[in-house]
């Protein structure tokens, strides 16, 4: 697996050339720029530099097992290999896609007898969340007794991937998309490797980058095709997007890409950003999820943030999903794309969401707190000689259509659930509620 850098200019003989005299098919430019140091390579400031946790590892001299989370092409491999060359450990790689219980055990194994000699080992998992509960578990006692310093890398939230006694016993680090110009610095580094500048004008240069989306293998891969054009001139935008694809953006359906994206798009609506909002909707439409399942979340969304701000945002979110399935594609998409900008600019609220938690916590404090004798039907004699029913007061006979009688169990203080808000139709319900609480304090003073 590929990362990042520069090991110098030029093409090193033993790249082509085989001991018996032969061609050997070239080395991937990927794997000729592979960094020779942690120093080399380029981006991930954040982890590797002075005051970032690799970097105050390795000047502590302290390393401990590492879980490493990030996208596709950001360096994993790369820094883990790193680790034991700085550290001088052992390098051992597997693949949780490749390897089984037998082969681990050869992993250990050996891992042993290198420690009986003196040695230790860095034994980097790809993929590790692809491990079941028992294989992760099967590390454990190997990390704790010394015989390997494990380095897992995982494109997935290792909280969710991995078990709590893996994570327990591992410090997760972030690795990060590279930026625009760290990809710059890597195509520079490509280009004095080749020995040759690519023949893009600077727009196309930029659109070739973007067309990475961060992954500097990715982008290493781009700028060998490119670089190996015979063209006249420099290309443009247009150009180069005849001669190359644009990669699809990275998006699970099942994976870290799909959460993290609703929850951009939640969170934009829920912020009243309906510029923000429709972008994060049109990701998700180009990554292929099903508009069904973003029909119901938004529909969330109308009952969880909007409430009785706007209680016609429920309707719009049902009216708009009959719709689609009526329409389909792709004219159907535009019903999702109005729900997201009428949601996105309806007043919000959560005083519906509020109320319900605090009466849950309420009712689990008061437990099975019988309702007031005088609101439960008396459908025996025996139940109304016990007093069941009796002087309730049926509030359309009362002065305004209001008893102000207590409806909570005996010995519970009447308390505030529902606290509406100033916002939208919620406004008003607001007034209605106020005007019961006034009414109530005056029945209940007699008044």
């Not at 209680?311 to 999702?336: F, H, M, N």
Request: aromatic share 6%.
């Amino acid at each position: 697996m590929s990362d990042l850098f520069d090991t110098g200019p030029g093409t090193d003989p033993s790249d082509t050339q085989a001991a018996g005299g032969g061609r050997l098919a070239p080395r991937p430019l990927a794997d000729r720029l592979r960094p020779a140091s942690l120093a080399e390579v380029i981006g991930q400031e954040q982890v590797l530099g002075p005051d970032g946790p690799l970097g105050v590892m390795l000047a502590s001299g302290s390393l401990s097992s590492l879980i490493l989370w990030g996208p596709p092409g950001v360096g994993k491999t790369t820094i883990a290999r790193l680790l034991a060359h700085e550290t001088d450990l052992h390098f051992e790689q597997v693949s949780a896609i490749f390897t089984g219980v037998a082969d681990l055990k050869k992993v250990f194994e050996a891992a042993k007898q290198r420690r009986r000699a003196g040695q230790g080992t860095l034994l980097f998992v790809d993929e590790i969340h692809r491990f079941n509960k028992a294989q992760q578990d099967g590390f454990l006692p190997h990390m704790e007794d010394g015989t390997i310093l494990l380095v897992g890398a995982t494109t997935e939230n290792p909280s969710f991937e991995l078990n709590a006694a893996l994570l327990s016993r591992s410090q997760v680090l972030t690795l990060e998309r590279l930026s625009l110009a760290e990809m710059e610095r890597l195509t520079q580094r490509a280009e004095q490797e080749l020995g040759r500048t690519l023949p893009l004008d600077g727009p196309a240069r930029e659109a070739m980058q973007e067309m990475a989306d961060g992954d500097g293998r990715a982008l290493l891969n781009l700028v060998e095709q490119a670089a190996s054009w015979k063209v006249e001139g420099k290309l443009d935008t247009e150009g180069l997007s005849k001669r190359l694809m644009r990669r699809a953006a990275k998006y699970d359906k099942s994976g870290d890409e799909h959460y993290n994206l609703i929850s951009a798009l939640h969170k934009s609506i829920r912020g009243s950003d309906p510029d923000a909002a429709i972008y994060w909707l049109a990701r998700m439409l180009e990554g292929g999820e099903d508009p069904r399942y973003l029909f119901r979340r938004l529909s969330i969304m109308a009952v969880e943030d909007i409430s009785l701000a706007d209680p016609q945002a429920q309707s719009v979110c049902l009216d708009a999903w009959q719709l689609y399935e009526r329409i389909g594609q792709p004219e159907g998409e535009l019903a999702l794309a109005q729900v997201v900008i009428y949601l996105a600019l309806a007043p919000k609220t959560n005083s519906s969401y509020m109320a319900l938690k605090a009466a849950k916590a309420l009712a689990r404090q008061t437990g099975s707190a019988m309702p007031p004798k005088h609101i439960i039907n008396a459908p025996t004699r025996m139940m109304k000689d016990q007093g069941f029913g009796r002087d309730y007061l049926y509030d359309h006979d009362a002065e305004d259509g209001f008893s102000g009688q207590n409806y909570f169990p005996e010995g519970v203080e009447r308390p505030t659930l529902y606290q509406p808000v100033e916002r939208g139709f919620e406004r008003e319900l607001k007034k209605r509620a106020e005007y019961f609480a006034r009414l109530r304090a005056k029945r209940q003073t007699g008044g």
